[in-house]
């Protein structure tokens, strides 16, 4: 759409018209209005009559916030055929989804407001992940840091600090994971050694390895020195494994705790 749509306390024929031709023309629509809404699928749930907003997106997804909470109360995945109906003096919007089969039905009794927009978003998402998302994606895929490795522990005290991860590789060898989320420098492998230092007194098999985005060349140079390993981490790897389990994680939760 050439110019923006924005129409307050339309009638229900009007916003009916508008979110038509928006989604025709894969417009961006912002919805508010007094509905209830009904899905049918993997499992089913109904949130009574409220007042609600309501986006559709150009790629056929849907979401429906309420007036508390970041969360969409319900949505439908992009993709979803996108149809609307008058009858009994309300609008119904109907989300329709293949595989798997499911159905998001909103049904509007008043409209308070209703804006369609074309957007223009080309650029890229970069994720700037925290420690604390590198130890979920460790956590959830230990294999990243060695294959066969076993995590026992997260933040556990080690002399006078924590170590990130503790846990045992294949062969049952105790192993002191650091993490990183910038470029590993001098610093980061005397504070794992820290860590292991000691243990290897009476345990020389003690492992330690620093898992990080990279490597300054001085701390390479000291990890091998002092037998400390170095597994590189992708972090836009990462980024992209933490949307999916998080996306994932939203579609197991049973479909809607209202």
């Known amino acids: ?94 989300a329709d989804r293949r595989n798997p089969r499911e159905t998001l039905t909103i049904t509007c009794r008043e409209v308070l407001f209703v804006s369609a927009f074309s957007l223009t978003d080309e650029a890229s998402f970069d994720m700037l992940l925290a420690e604390q998302d590198l130890y979920q994606v460790l956590r959830d895929n230990p294999d990243m840091i060695e294959e066969g490795f076993r995590i026992s522990s997260e933040q556990k005290g080690l002399g006078s600090g924590k170590a990130d991860i503790t846990g045992y590789d294949r062969e049952g060898r105790y192993t002191v994971v650091e993490v990183k989320r910038v470029p590993a420098d001098t610093e980061a492998v005397k504070q794992l050694y820290k860590y292991i230092s000691e243990m290897r007194e009476t345990s020389p098999e003690v492992r330690g390895i620093l898992v990080a985005p990279g490597m300054r060349p001085a701390a390479k140079k000291l990890a091998v020195s002092l037998s400390i390993e170095y597994r590189q981490i992708d972090l836009k790897k990462c980024a992209e494994m933490l949307s999916e389990e998080r996306s994932v994680g939203m579609e197991r939760l049973d479909r809607h705790l209202f």
């Open 1 to 94: 759409m050439k110019h923006p749509v924005v129409k307050s306390h339309p009638t229900l024929q009007e916003a009916e018209t508008i979110i038509s031709e928006a989604t025709s023309k894969r417009a961006f629509t912002i919805l508010v209005a007094d509905c209830r809404v009904d899905y049918k699928g993997r499992s089913s749930s109904k949130m009574k009559w409220g007042e609600r907003v309501v986006l559709l997106k150009p790629d056929g997804s849907v979401l429906i916030h309420r007036k508390t909470g970041y969360d969409a109360a319900n949505w439908q995945p992009p993709g979803c055929y996108i149809t609307f109906s008058k009858q009994d003096g309300e609008l119904a919007i109907r």
